[in-house]
């Protein structure tokens, strides 16, 4: 019984360090690349890149368009290039996240591939209702930014309690699903946003 308990022990503690590693801000690519999880980020990365590119234009408008509902860092901005996605909203819980998500967009795209990819970082909490008012918002910048994309695209209330957006045509959530439906209710809002936000026709990924 001590034995079993003392490897499961181990092997709980093995589990809690490799999360740790996987899951560190690492900052210098060189550390990144010697990291002993490298196989599985590549293989993480193959299989997002894959996803996002089945995105297509569902409306036929000639823009594909993408929330990202735990958006991070952006750290897929070159895959949404690759697949052609032209609209980007992304929503992240973390603050200083999104600060470098909005850094990484300015300085390491080209301003050629800021054209041909607009972007909207968010600060906010995809367990909120997303709504024309921002109220996943958690600053007055982001509700700012969030206006400001939906005046560069036509986006306006309908005057009722039941506005919806439906005009992304892929919604993904990669590697956070377990932290936005951790309750019964938030698997209700989740289901909500993805019916209020996906164009008929649209993909979810996550």
Known sequence: GDRNNAS???KLEAAKQF???YYQ???QLSTRRRAVDINMRNFHNWVKASLIGRITDVN????RMLLDLS????GDMRKWLK?????????DISGTAIEEARRRYKEQLTAAERRQMDAYF????STRLIDLDGGMCLDTFSRQEWKR???RYGIQSNGSDTDVLQIFDMVVSNFAIHYIIETKQQRNILCQNLSRCLLPGGLFVG
């Not at 958006?71 to 952006?74: D, L, R, S, T, Y």
């Not at 968010?122 to 909490?125: A, P, V």
């Open 71 to 74: 958006v991070g860092k952006g």
């Open 122 to 125: 968010i600060h906010g909490d």
């Open 83 to 91: 697949a052609g996605v032209s609209v980007v909203v992304g929503i």
């Open 8 to 10: 499961n022990n181990a």
């Open 25 to 27: 801000e690492v900052e």
């Open 149 to 151: 994309f939906q005046a």
């Open 19 to 21: 999360g740790k590693l």
């Open 60 to 63: 036929d408008n000639g823009r």
